[in-house]
């Protein structure tokens, strides 16, 4: 098979070197990609069968660590899901344009593994009787949405970066991220999210997102498509036409937004005008209703209005449309399984991310160019631009990679030092009354740290007390750790009581703090004996607004083992907190009123 594959590539370097020769040249290369170039795809496209071309549209999971030799449970997945046992056996079957990867389907178990797993996948494309890469892509926004972990270098996430405001740190940490990313065969990352977080009720994207001017999120979202795109990843503004504004979450439902046109001009508009403006790859939709974009109220991802008529033709974006996972319930509420695939095409994406049952939504598309509902040529437009972007990050050239490669540029020296010194930008202290931080070691050496341990983004960090514990010890604390969880039961909140005895000062990590959550018991039976309470918000800055009697209040806007370490420095006094607020913090009795606002952060 091996040698097989590397004589289809051969066979391909000579269609299409002139392609790739012309579309490396950069951010501009789907424009004007050169007439040579485009005659050599379109050469390529005019050998495919339909059920080639309709393939590639298509970007699939997969279960399994090995594109040929997966483990058993991986295999039965596979057959149960997509009715084949590889991702090898998926390719020859669908012809599949993409692959994404996951850690819950088992593809990123460690960096030399998805090296071999994505060459695996290359491999059994370049097998086909028309050889053609793939597009491996993945959800690496960093902060809380993590797929790979240690060792590979975690980033700050959005709203950090957005606490942060440096443009430079944004550009450095996507760039980092993107080499690494590259090195491990992956060249679409689902990233940067440029929606503006003006809500702080969304429950899908919060720290998502980095923050609630559309300004500054227009800034770091064009620093951070430069950062990917110049380490040779793709990158991807998500979510089009913006889904800052929801109280849904559109994996389970489907989100409407009120905004008028003029709002969404001046609110979410921006971020995806800079994306494009900096030349980015790939743009992702929204399964979201913006009945002021479009009056049939159809999800984003299949409104004709919104696609063509306002990404492609207002913004002027000839690049890659990419659907949000069409598994989410937000675009499955209106039509059926076999109609949105169809539609997606028909409004104007290119790519179809993740369908729930793939030969369902591949026969459909295949069945409604036959029809002539699509027509061939729509289907080609689409393909092309799939292809010229696989042109130009290289993968006709060469879409191989080496584990020499990976232990050059994944979890490096240089690139952990680099995530530590961004992370420390970004803390953010709230509240310090009396001056409480920094802690002085002689005077206060005996320290608690509780509270709650949501699971690792990635699941190779934390938990979050051991981390924070473990930090504080490091610089030259006596530390107590105990995990209290997201909800304390009054047993365990006792327990904290009592072990607060004795202490200096106590650090409760908490999480998402609602108007009933019993993390405010905690935190104020803590504070009620006396020994000084400084709280840590590991992911929504709204959680000061809902506590009271804690005498410091830092934001970390993840709860990665990179931020949690920042804030240790900082309570230490190793480090001065730098970071200012990106998304305004309003009181919790009466939310038209602003406790913090924008850009507010205090330092020492």
């Known amino acids: 098979m091996h040698h097989r594959a590397i004589t289809s590539r051969r066979t391909l370097l000579t269609v299409t070197a002139a392609a790739a020769a012309a579309a490396a040249t950069g951010a501009t290369a789907s424009a004007h990609a050169g007439a040579s170039g485009d005659r050599r795809l379109h050469g390529l496209i005019s050998r495919m069968s339909l059920e080639e071309k309709v393939g590639q549209l298509f970007v699939m999971r997969v279960y399994g660590h090995s594109a040929t030799a997966p483990d058993q449970a991986d295999a039965d997945a596979n057959l149960k899901e997509i009715g084949v046992r590889t991702a090898a056996e998926l390719i020859a079957r669908y012809h599949v344009g993409g692959i994404i ?10 960096p030399h593994q998805i090296a071999d797993l994505s060459n695996g996948i290359q491999r059994a494309g370049l097998d086909r009787p028309v050889p053609v890469p793939l597009l491996i892509s993945i959800d690496q926004e960093h902060g809380i949405v993590a797929r790979i ?8 996430g959005a709203m950090a970066l957005g606490a942060a405001g440096s443009r430079s740190d944004a550009r450095r940490a996507a760039g980092i991220a993107g080499s690494e990313l590259a090195a491990m065969g992956i060249r679409q990352n689902y990233a940067p999210v440029a929606d503006v977080n003006v809500n702080p009720a969304n429950p899908v994207i919060g720290v998502r997102s980095f923050g609630a001017d559309p300004r500054a999120v227009a800034g770091l979202v064009a620093a951070q498509v430069r950062g990917y795109q110049t380490a040779g990843v793709a990158a991807t503004a998500k979510h089009f036409p913006g889904h800052g504004d929801t109280e849904t979450d559109s994996h389970y439902g489907l989100p409407r937004i009120g905004h008028t046109r003029a709002q ?4 979410d508009a921006p971020p995806f005008r800079a994306a494009v403006a900096a030349g980015i790859d790939s743009i ?3 399964h979201i209703v913006v009945p002021a974009l479009d009056a ?3 999800p984003a991802t299949l409104s004709r209005p919104i696609l063509t008529g306002i990404l492609r033709e207002r913004l002027g974006y000839d690049g890659v449309v990419v659907t949000d996972s069409l598994g989410m319930e937000g675009v499955r509420t209106k039509y059926g399984d076999d109609r949105v695939p169809v539609l997606a095409l028909k409004a104007g994406c290119d790519q179809l991310l993740n369908p729930p049952d793939l030969a369902l939504a591949w026969n459909a598309v ?3 160019v036959r029809s002539g509902e699509i027509s061939e040529a729509r289907l080609d437009e689409s393909i092309l631009r799939i292809l010229r972007l696989k042109a130009k990050l290289g993968l006709f050239r060469d879409p191989y990679v080496s584990h020499e490669g990976v232990d050059r540029a994944v979890g490096t020296r240089s690139h952990l030092a680099a995530a530590d010194r961004i992370a420390e930008r970004t803390t953010t202290l709230l509240l310090n009354d009396g001056g409480l931080l920094p802690l002085d070691r002689r005077e206060r050496q005996n320290l608690l740290v509780v509270g709650a341990d949501p699971a690792s983004p990635s699941g190779t960090t934390g938990p979050p007390t051991a981390t924070l514990a473990t930090a504080l010890t490091e610089l030259g604390f006596t530390v107590a750790a105990l995990s209290t969880g997201t ?3 009054a047993a365990r909140i006792d327990e904290a009581v009592a072990a607060a005895a004795g202490k200096d000062a106590i650090v409760v990590g908490t999480y998402n703090v609602s108007a009933t959550s019993t993390q405010r018991t905690l935190v104020s039976r803590l504070a009620a004996t006396g020994v000084p309470v400084v709280t840590v918000a590991i992911r929504n800055p709204y959680d000061v607004a809902r506590l009271g009697g804690q005498r410091a209040t830092l934001a970390t806007y993840s709860w990665t083992d990179v931020e949690l370490r920042a804030a240790a420095r900082v309570i230490a006094g190793r480090a001065r907190p730098e970071g200012r607020l990106p998304v305004p913090v309003q009181r919790a009795d ?3 009123r602003v406790l913090y606002p924008v850009g507010y952060g205090l330092t020492y």
């Not at 990867?101 to 460690?110: G, K, P, V």
């Not at 969404?264 to 609110?267: G, K």
Request: charged share 20%; net charge negative.
């Open 149 to 156: 972990g240690e060792p590979a270098t975690l980033m700050p």
């Open 296 to 298: 049939a109220e159809d």
């Open 366 to 368: 295949l069945r409604a």
């Open 264 to 267: 969404w001009e001046a609110l």
């Open 590 to 592: 009466d939310p038209t």
């Open 487 to 489: 909800a304390p039961s």
């Open 284 to 286: 992702m939709t929204a």
């Open 101 to 110: 990867y996951f850690s819950w389907t088992h593809n990123t178990r460690e």
